[in-house]
């Protein structure tokens, strides 16, 4: 069965510091769809990433950067040089490659991130 | 602007009076899905529809009922709401039912019910 664990709730940190945000994935298929979305205080929800199974490179984007590692089931999420606008709620999701196309998201349970100057 | 939206944004009701939470998208979306999003439990999909006339039940279906009649309209409707049901409610689209699409989601509506 699909599962996604997030298994950090919370996680403080002071701005400057980086930070890692754990994501474990379980899945039978072999294609399949990682996503990253963030949900700030006001409640949005914000998609910051999508990578597929057979991509394996590591992705950065500005401060952001998320490493994959299909051995692990793995999809880790790191922001560098934090900052205050950072806080949010980060959910990680996955999504199967199934034939009925149903797309649909198994999220986890999410992470809270607090940034404090 | 390609937009989700929602309406209302927040409500308040109490058990047993029926209500409905709209759900537009301007981007000729195929698929549209209802979501529920609840402390320590992430988002859990409620309904989902592939296309027009076309819906089937998520993971938590119980309580709730859609329609698909228009391409861009799934409304979500509570015939008889429990307290139960109150959490933060997402509507998403996105352009084909498949895996690799970036689902939008809209604003997100907060359902109290007393």
């Known amino acids: 069965a699909q599962k996604v664990t997030q298994a950090q709730t919370e996680i403080s940190v002071v701005e400057k510091e980086d930070v890692t945000l754990d994501c474990v994935y379980e899945?039978?298929?072999?294609?399949?769809?990682l996503f990253w979305y963030k949900q700030p205080p006001s409640g949005e929800l914000v998609f910051l990433i999508r990578?597929?199974?057979?991509?394996?490179q590591n992705e950065i984007s500005g401060r952001y950067s998320w490493n994959f590692q299909k051995s692990t089931s793995s999809f880790n999420f790191t922001i560098t040089a934090s900052q205050v606008v950072d806080s949010a709620v980060y959910f990680c999701?996955?999504?199967?490659?199934?034939?009925?196309?149903?797309?649909?998201?198994?999220f986890g349970t999410g992470t809270r991130l607090q940034v404090f100057p | 602007e390609a937009q989700v939206t929602q309406n209302p944004r927040y409500l308040i009701t109490v058990t047993g009076k029926k209500l409905t939470v709209t759900c537009s998208q301007n981007?000729?979306?195929?698929?549209m899905s209802w979501y529920r999003q609840d402390p320590g439990l992430g988002l859990r999909q409620i309904y989902y529809?592939?296309?027009?006339?076309?819906?089937d039940k998520g993971d938590v279906p119980e309580g709730y009922k859609v329609s698909r009649k228009e391409k861009r309209n799934f409304p979500l409707i509570l015939e008889s709401p429990s307290p139960n049901q109150t959490s933060l409610y997402f509507c998403?689209?996105?352009?084909?039912?498949?895996?690799?699409?970036?689902?939008?989601f809209g604003p997100g509506t907060r359902l109290t019910v007393l």
């Open positions: 529809s592939m296309n027009v006339e076309v819906t």
């Open positions: 899945t039978r298929d072999t294609t399949y769809y």
């Open positions: 999701a996955l999504s199967e490659a199934s034939p009925a196309g149903t797309d649909k998201l198994i």
């Open positions: 981007m000729n979306h195929e698929y």
């Open positions: 998403a689209s996105s352009l084909q039912g498949s895996s690799y699409n970036e689902q939008f």
């Open positions: 990578r597929n199974s057979f991509d394996e």
